[in-house]
């Protein structure tokens, strides 16, 4: 039980940090010790931050499912799911946002 509870707890922080991104009209980050891209080089910044909220909803949800899990499987088996999804999940995160994201919306001037 404490790890659905867990899970769902780590789902409802992504949700109200998805949402919040949503709504924010100045660029959101998703690195904790990189400052977010400065207006003036996003292309369009509430579209950007619409889809940094959607990737953190999405994480979210992946750990809400996770805890969902738990009516199913044992908690040991929950809890090395958890580890496995929040490791990978992070990377998977990363990745998206790197390729996808900030490719699309984050000006690069060295490219050019």
């Not at 969902?68 to 929950?78: A, D, P, Q, R």
């Amino acid at each position: 039980m404490t790890i659905m509870f867990i899970c769902f707890g780590i789902f409802i922080i992504f949700l109200i940090i998805g949402i919040m991104a949503i709504k924010s009209e100045k660029p959101v980050g998703i690195y904790s010790n990189i400052k977010a891209p400065q207006a003036n080089i996003i292309t369009d910044v509430k579209a950007y931050n619409r889809a940094c909220g959607i990737l953190f909803i999405g994480y979210g949800v992946v750990f809400g499912l996770t805890g969902g899990t738990s009516f199913f499987l044992s908690e040991k088996t929950v809890g090395m799911l958890l580890g496995v999804i929040a490791f990978f999940g992070a990377i998977g995160l990363m990745i998206i946002y790197e390729c996808v994201i900030a490719e699309k919306y984050v000006r690069n001037d060295k490219k050019k």
